[in-house]
């Protein structure tokens, strides 16, 4: 098992400067560097002052050189700073000679899209499971049909107009829930309760939207594994000794229908750092996903690079956690990595 | 399915039923006296990067530092110069010395005084090789700055170059006491800044929203309003929902919010008041010069006249916007009321194609000189406004023979792949109505290398005279001759043409008093500082 561990590990490191490689390449594909899009058609902004910030980056030397200069830093765990005017640092923040601190962007962006994705993350397995449950207990009917149409209608229904149609309807004609950001306007002065009550009611819209479309996957998900296990012979002899259905079901049947769902929570631990962009800009939370996508408009090649990194760590460390959590659940498996 | 068309019911239900309930319980008309207090909040799509304007490329930037540093000189209400820290300034004989003389007893917001010292840090700082600006070039133009005494501050030119004086009026005064030992790429400043003017920065919280106070040691007097609030909201429609719930009390909207959607709901019209103003900037149509047939001048005038513009107009902007006649704002001294749009004429269109050497020989449709037929590409980036103005000028093209196909390009690419490279027919794209009226890096011959802004080729010797001519006047009444010849030249030769300059709209929350409509050339928030919110109208602010 250690062995095990150690190989894969290691076998991370090639794949995350292939990773990484790739995607500094095809980034700088793109027509275009950052002084195109901060100044490219003001009269005012002359040709020459441009070149000179080319240079400040270091983006008029060939792509290899910029490549190994930015391998230099990252593997000291520098992300470095952004190309925006106000050259904020990457990843983490710094201090001054005079103790000002220059927060992180991705220190700022992450915790936002952490909260809201693990609490969707939860939202979407805890509903799933029991709609799956509920499905495959009542196979074909109405029950199973009303929520395999509802999980469907939520998949397939655009986020951003159902956004916008519930923020209209609970903000604007109700005033049960605030339209957008994550505070409200006195939110420094409120109690810590009052704090609590209030970053929530403004969670309530941005996580709901975006737990809508990940219900139809994973329910259907439970739905059709717990159908499999419930025609297999030890579910039949459990209700044979005379196990109350509960018992069979939630006892016997869930449990093992939940194994897959392991892989399935490995997979997603990426998923996590990602943001949505439509639902982030209409709900105006300044999480990963803008940050990400206005990084990418304007060229800012240390930010895009420093989120990409991040991400494919935590996408091989997924991997590995998914395979150590089958492996930790299914002693089938253990007994394969061993042999 | 049955659900999803009962949701649709359902919702739909719901938002019409209940659009009217919610009543307004401010009384916002009647008379209101002038008083200082209460708190205004405003939606940015973007939020600011960097409050030392030298360095910010972006508007969010420059709305929020003008709102905390001065300048020497500024544009007043009918955007000619005026005094802002500087009393007054003169201009040497030869034109190639500008000296300022600075206000007595001016102060930065921690109490230092604010002296020419400080004006001459600045312009070392602007000029600095250093120094991470693209705006630098008009500063290196100075010869010599010096500081002669607290009071007066003094540049002198190698030659004379009149758009000095729109060049001191864009740059924000920085203070030396606090800025001298930092490195001004990277400094705590440009998120902390300490300023002169009407506010000081009290939150910043990144992501979410940024507050300014008013500044009681302001060298401009106390403005009225003593908070401003500006939130950071990308999506405009959902900065227009919270404008409808009074979470903000103004925003910029688009022709179809101002037109139809405000007016016809009676709770809206209610409480939002509308505002429009020339925008800063027009939209044209700009042919590739050195491409065959648009090196002719019968082809460009042609296509002028085959163009509606005020179909354009009320196509695209539903009506908000004028058409232009030359690169200047309308209203101003430097755009000549003389000159007129070309008027839309299909037969004049057709008799100048003929004269050029097109006609219809196969019977297709479409015309043809030489055997070819004459067709060619529009290329615009990314914006829905040009998009469509695409699509309404390619039918009228159709009409009188030419085929227009169209291409819409994301913003690098059509910069680096097609604009640099000179490797288009015709684009369509905006240029700034600027405020100084030289226009040199456009349209002077000289300026048509790779990354330069003469990118349509335009060459005129007349023209090129003009431009210079005008770079080294700096007597407003000549250089205004000299802008109308040029103008005039420009608008006869047709190496663009102009389709319109849209109305900047704005729709504001009536608890804001005091507002100058309809709005001078320089826009309604010249006289922010005077706007007020009376007492009455107020939101229930939380007692800290």
């Known amino acids: 098992m250690l062995n095990y561990l150690i190989k894969r590990l290691l076998w991370m490191i090639p794949m995350l400067i292939g990773i990484s490689l790739i995607s500094f390449f095809i980034m700088h594909l793109a027509p275009g560097d950052i002084t195109a899009s901060e100044s490219a058609f003001n009269p005012k902004a002359s040709e020459e002052s441009r070149q000179k910030l080319r240079a400040l980056y270091n983006l008029d030397k060939p792509l290899m050189t910029q490549y190994s200069l930015w391998l230099k830093r990252i593997v000291k765990l520098d992300f470095g700073n952004s190309f925006a005017s106000h050259q904020r640092p990457v990843l983490w923040e710094t201090k001054d000679a005079k103790g000002n601190v220059s927060k992180g962007m991705i220190q700022d962006a992450l915790p936002i899209t952490l909260m809201i994705n693990l609490i969707g993350l939860l939202v979407i397995f805890a509903l799933s499971i029991f709609l799956g449950v509920v499905s495959a207990v009542n196979q074909n009917r109405w029950p199973d049909r009303l929520i395999t149409i509802i999980v469907f209608v939520g998949f397939a229904i655009p986020g951003f107009w159902l956004a916008l149609l519930l923020m209209y309807w609970t903000g604007v004609t109700h005033s049960w829930l605030p339209i957008s950001g994550l505070h409200s306007a006195g939110y420094e002065k409120m109690s810590h309760i009052a704090q609590y009550v209030d970053l929530f009611k403004h969670l309530i819209l941005p996580v709901s939207i975006s737990s809508l479309g990940g219900l139809a996957s994973i329910s259907l998900y439970v739905r059709n594994g717990m159908l499999d296990i419930l025609q297999q012979d030890f579910i039949t002899t459990a209700r044979a000794k005379g196990l109350p259905e509960n018992k069979v079901i939630y006892g016997h049947a869930l449990r093992n229908t939940l194994l897959p769902l392991i892989t399935i929570i490995g997979l997603s631990i990426p998923g996590l750092i990602g943001g949505s962009v439509i639902g982030e800009s209409i709900f105006a939370i300044s999480g990963m996903g803008k940050l990400f996508f206005d990084a990418v408009l304007m060229r800012d090649f240390p930010v895009v690079m420093g989120i990409l990194t991040i991400g494919s760590v935590l996408t091989l460390f997924g991997n590995l956690i998914a395979d150590i959590g089958y492996a930790w659940a299914d002693p089938r498996i253990r007994r394969g990595i061993s042999n | ?544």
Request: aromatic fraction near 12%; hydrophobic fraction near 35%.
């Open chain 2, 1 to 544: 399915m049955y659900i999803r068309y009962l949701l649709l019911v359902f919702l739909l239900f719901n938002v019409t039923s209940c659009s009217d309930k919610k009543v307004s319980i401010y009384n916002y008309e009647g008379t209101f006296n002038s008083e200082k207090g209460g708190t205004l909040i405003d939606a940015m799509s973007g939020e600011p990067s960097n409050l030392i304007s030298m360095i910010a490329g972006d508007s969010a930037s420059s709305a929020i530092s003008g709102n905390i540093f001065n300048k020497l000189i500024k544009y007043d209400k009918n955007l000619e110069l005026a005094p802002e820290l500087a009393d007054k300034w003169t201009i040497s004989g030869d034109q190639k010395t500008i000296t300022f003389y600075l206000k007595k007893n001016l102060q930065w917001a921690d109490g230092h005084s604010l002296t020419s010292d400080d004006v001459l840090f600045t312009w070392k700082l602007v000029t600095d090789d250093k120094t991470r600006t693209p705006y630098g070039s008009d500063y290196k133009l100075v010869d010599k700055a010096e500081a002669l005494d607290p009071f007066t501050f003094r540049v002198n030119y190698k030659k004379a170059y009149a758009p000095a004086l729109d060049s001191w009026a864009s740059l924000q005064i920085l203070p030396k006491h606090i800025l001298k030992d930092e490195d001004i790429n990277h400094t705590f400043f440009s998120r902390k800044p300490t300023g002169s003017s009407y506010y000081k920065l009290t939150q910043w919280i990144n992501g979410e929203k940024l507050s300014l106070e008013a500044s009681p040691s302001s060298v401009m007097g106390e403005p009225n309003i003593s908070q401003l609030t500006s939130r950071f909201i990308p999506d405009t429609s959902s900065q227009f929902l919270e404008l409808i719930a009074d979470n903000i009390d103004l925003m910029n909207i688009n022709p179809i919010q101002f037109a139809r959607v405000i007016p016809s709901r009676p709770d809206l019209k209610n409480k939002l008041a509308l505002y429009k103003e020339l925008g800063n900037s027009y939209t044209y149509l700009g042919f590739n010069l050195k491409h065959s047939p648009f090196n002719d001048i019968k082809v460009r005038q042609a296509i002028n006249y085959a163009l509606d513009k005020q179909e354009v107009i009320d196509g695209v902007l539903l009506g908000l916007g004028e058409p232009v006649a030359s690169p200047y704002k309308p209203g101003t001294r430097w755009s000549d009321k003389n000159l007129h749009p070309y008027p839309y004429d299909k037969n004049l269109a057709l008799k100048l194609l003929h004269e050029a050497g097109f006609n219809d020989s196969n019977h297709d449709g479409i015309l043809e000189k030489d055997g070819k037929p004459f067709t060619f590409e529009i290329l615009t980036n990314q914006n829905k406004q040009r998009e469509m103005t695409a699509v309404l000028i390619q039918r009228r093209l159709k009409d009188v023979g030419i085929d227009v196909k169209i291409r819409v390009i994301e913003w690098a690419s059509f910069v680096n792949q097609f604009i640099k490279t000179g490797d288009f027919d015709a684009v369509i794209l905006g240029w700034s109505l600027s405020l100084d009226p030289d226009q040199y890096n456009i349209w002077h011959s000289s300026q048509q290398k790779p990354g330069q802004f003469n990118f349509i080729g335009y060459n005129n010797k007349e023209v090129d005279q003009l431009l210079e001519e005008g770079r080294t006047e700096l007597n407003p009444d000549k250089r205004e001759k000299i802008y109308h010849a040029f103008s005039k030249i420009l608008l006869n030769e047709s190496p663009v043409i102009y389709l319109y300059a849209g109305y900047g709209l704005t729709a504001m929350n009536k608890r804001i008093k005091g507002i100058e409509s309809p709005a001078p050339p320089a826009g309604i928030a010249y006289n922010s500082y005077e706007w007020f919110i009376p007492s009455t109208l107020r939101r229930n602010e939380i007692a800290p």
